[in-house]
């Protein structure tokens, strides 16, 4: 199973800007690495996703725009830029990593997702 930690999280003002990463232990051509965050309160919901395949990203509507999420095949990571940041960004925010395989895209369903980071809080504050 692929080790995966998070980084960067903390604490920012509303309009900010902050960069999570994502180290992986092993990635590979077939790797789709996703971003799922959980707010207080609140299930967990995939929120970007990218094929280290081609580098295709794919986002959720709520951060399309805002959040850009980049892979490194050569450092194994995949880093999310967060910018222009709402408190309702406040969440706990983790990666996931699986091979595509058969799958025609990567998804943001976390059930299909195999191995876990354990979070990273972020905060943001009016």
């Known amino acids: 199973q692929v080790q995966l930690m998070e980084s960067g999280g903390g604490s920012v003002q509303a309009g900010g800007s902050l960069r999570l990463s994502c180290a992986a232990s092993t990635t590979s051509g077939d790797t789709c690495v996703a971003w799922f965050r959980q707010a207080p309160g609140k299930d967990r919901e995939g929120i970007a996703n990218?094929?280290?395949?081609?580098?295709?990203?794919r986002y959720h509507a709520s951060v399309r725009g805002r959040f850009i999420l980049s892979p490194n095949r050569a450092k194994n990571t995949a880093d999310l830029k967060m910018s222009n940041l709402t408190p309702e960004d406040t969440a706990i925010y983790y990666c996931a990593s699986r091979p595509r395989g058969l799958m025609s895209f990567c998804s943001l369903s976390q059930s299909l997702y195999e191995s876990w980071g354990q979070g990273t809080q972020v905060t943001v504050s009016t």
């Open positions: 990218v094929y280290f395949g081609d580098g295709l990203a």
